[in-house]
Each structure stands twice: as structure tokens, then as C-alpha cells.
Nanobody
């Protein structure tokens, strides 16, 4: 089982930047499909971004495209979410998720990810 730990969350003002990290313990993420999801207070969990490790392809939710960037390290243990030009509506608990294989057409669906971290809180003040 892959253990994932998110970090980097905190309180920022609208327009500020921050960087979230997703780090795997016990097993590396090399070859995995890794996604970021978020859950705002009183709302459903929604897709943010995802990356396919092997071919480095990435996808983004329309709401964050051009503002957020998902990336990975070269060692295969960490995935990052760079959040720029943050907005109050970005406030949520952010979760990292991973799976060995996910069809491209299903990477935006949270149910297709087997492993999940516990989340890190991001609060964007207006």
C-alpha cells in the first residue's frame, strides 16, 4: 500500500502563491498516476490536477488552468502543486491521490484513485 502525505498548506491572501507537496512513504510514485483533489466546506470533492509519471502528461480543471501547475521530482517520491494567483474560492482541504493505472478518460474521477493522503488545509483570504 502506498502511503501519501500532503504538506505546504496554510493561510494566504488572495493573489498569493503557495506550493503543496505530496510525498510517498514506503513506495515510490514512479510510474503512477497522481492527482490533486480538493474539498471545500459543505461541498463535494472536486478534481484539481493530475500527472502521469511516465510520459509527464498533465491535465487541469478549468477553474485552475493557467494558475496552478502540477509537477514531479526526478527521484519518483514527490509530486507538487504550485498554486499562483490564488482566489478565495480555492479555499479547501487539498488531497493527493495515486493509482498504478487510470484510463486517461477517467483521471478526473476521484473513485479511480486507490491511495489517498489525509489532506492539507488551504485558506485564501479575500
Amino acid at each position: 500500500q502506498v502511503q501519501l502525505v500532503e504538506s505546504g498548506g496554510g493561510l494566504v491572501q488572495a493573489g498569493d502563491s503557495l506550493r503543496l507537496s505530496c510525498t510517498a512513504s514506503e513506495r515510490a510514485l514512479s510510474g503512477y498516476f497522481v492527482g490533486w483533489f480538493r474539498r471545500a466546506p459543505g461541498k463535494e470533492r472536486t478534481f484539481v490536477a493530475a500527472i502521469a509519471w511516465r510520459d509527464i502528461s498533465t491535465i487541469y480543471a478549468d477553474s485552475v488552468k493557467g494558475r496552478f501547475t502540477i509537477s514531479r521530482d526526478g527521484a519518483g517520491n514527490s509530486v507538487y502543486l504550485q498554486m499562483n494567483s490564488t482566489k478565495p474560492e480555492d479555499t479547501a482541504v487539498y488531497y493527493c491521490a495515486a493509482d498504478e493505472a487510470i484510463p486517461i478518460s477517467r483521471m478526473r474521477v476521484s473513485d479511480n484513485y486507490r491511495y489517498w493522503g489525509q489532506g492539507t488545509q488551504v485558506t485564501v483570504a479575500s
